[in-house]
């Protein structure tokens, strides 16, 4: 029975896999596409300063007292395309489990281990405080 | 000088306020002598960053400190203290 | 202290307390796991705030009680599940011919209601179950090293 769920996983695992290939082969999924928000991102991190340096002075004082509403940066990727790319409105939530998923299932299976771990290092603990008393 | 003063408003003190409760938190941990106070302060210290994430406008981050933080770690650290005066006394 | 079924209760006040935090302890981190993708907070924030009511237990009823309450074999199995759960909802992406944590079915409901962001709410919970799970567990772990009979807290 075992074996058996294990080989059915490995064989939707593998399908999986071939499909996504050849899904992908024509066309690749990008989370993001920063260009087309307005701020290339590229330019960006290659040189803040001549990119904070071509706007207006007037504009970038009053981007810096109303961040929300106009958002520049890195931030305003995902602020401004973060309802239409995953109707989350809690911005948090994508960046958790959709732009950094394998962040949080790194960071959940860290705790699976953990706990396993744990739990046969006291196990093993518990017994021998038990023999100890016995003897 | 009086430009600085002209400024503050309440959201200015009580950024203050947390930030010294910090600092104040993280000096008794480091100096208390006995180890279940030092754990209390730590958890002080833990209830005033939480409070601190709060200001600056990141709930997400302060529900965690204050639920980890503030909370878990503390009762941790208690339950290990008392495993080790058990041990300690027999 | 021969009669195993009485629930041992030494401070009054400390059983107080717990009745009183426990609701809300259960009831505000099941909101916050379920609410996950509207409001502040998510599935490991959430689930640690659930998970505390094994140590409010414990403080008021002691370990006998705690392990009639919660079975730890059942949250040992319910973390390796939420697990199980976060790869298979991982991997809807990769069939629907994504990234491996791509959002797939985002267009469900309207913004701003629980079930309205696809994967990702699925996700959430899934998170939230098997924190809740495992730091229960955990808290459990270490508090029967304290030993059954000396529950005088």
Not at chain 2, 19 to 45: D, F, Y
Not at chain 3, 93 to 103: K, Q
Not at chain 3, 129 to 134: A, D, E, P, R, Y
């Amino acid at each position: 029975m075992k074996k058996v769920a294990i080989l059915l996983a490995l064989v939707i695992f593998l399908g999986a896999g071939i499909g996504a290939v050849a899904n992908l082969k024509d066309n690749f999924a990008v989370t993001y596409n920063a260009q087309e928000v307005g701020t290339d991102a590229a330019a960006l991190a290659k040189d803040y300063e001549q990119y904070e340096s071509d706007k207006n002075p007037d504009e970038k004082a009053e981007n810096e007292r109303n961040l929300p509403e106009n958002p520049d940066g890195i931030a305003s990727i995902i602020v401004t395309t973060n309802l239409s790319e995953t109707e989350a409105i809690n911005d948090v939530a994508p960046i958790v489990f959709d732009y950094r998923g394998y962040d949080t299932m790194g960071e959940s299976f860290i705790l699976l281990t953990a706990i396993a771990g744990s739990f046969i290092i006291l196990k093993n603990m518990k017994g021998r405080e038990e023999e100890a008393e016995d003897e | 000088m009086t430009n600085f003063f002209a400024n503050i408003d309440w959201l200015t003190i009580l950024n203050g306020f947390c930030i010294l409760g910090i600092i104040a938190g993280g000096i008794l941990t480091a100096s208390m002598k006995k180890p279940l106070s030092c754990v209390l302060a730590l958890g002080g210290c833990g209830a005033f960053v939480a409070l601190e994430f709060i200001l600056l406008h990141a709930p997400d981050v302060a529900i965690a400190e204050a639920s980890v933080g503030c909370v878990l770690s503390t009762i941790l650290f208690v339950i290990a203290l008392r495993k080790a005066t058990k041990e300690e006394e027999k | 202290m021969n009669n195993g079924n009485k629930m041992k209760v030494r401070h009054v006040i400390v059983k107080c307390g717990a009745d009183m935090y426990l609701p809300f302890a259960i009831v505000f981190g099941l909101a916050v796991i379920l609410f996950g993708t509207v409001s502040p907070g998510g599935g490991f924030q959430g689930g640690v705030i659930a998970s505390s009511a094994a140590i409010l237990i414990y403080l008021g009823y002691g370990f006998k009680t705690l392990k009639q309450a919660i079975n730890p074999h059942l949250m040992h199995k319910g973390e390796a599940f939420g697990a199980i759960a976060y790869i298979a909802l991982a991997s809807i992406g990769l069939i629907a011919g994504g990234n491996f944590v791509r959002n797939a079915i985002w267009n469900n409901g309207d913004p701003g209601k629980v079930i309205s962001a696809g994967t990702i709410t699925y996700m959430s919970w899934a998170v939230g179950f098997k924190v809740l799970t495992g730091v229960a567990f955990l808290l459990m772990l270490l508090i029967s090293l304290l030993g059954d009979n000396q529950d005088e807290m």
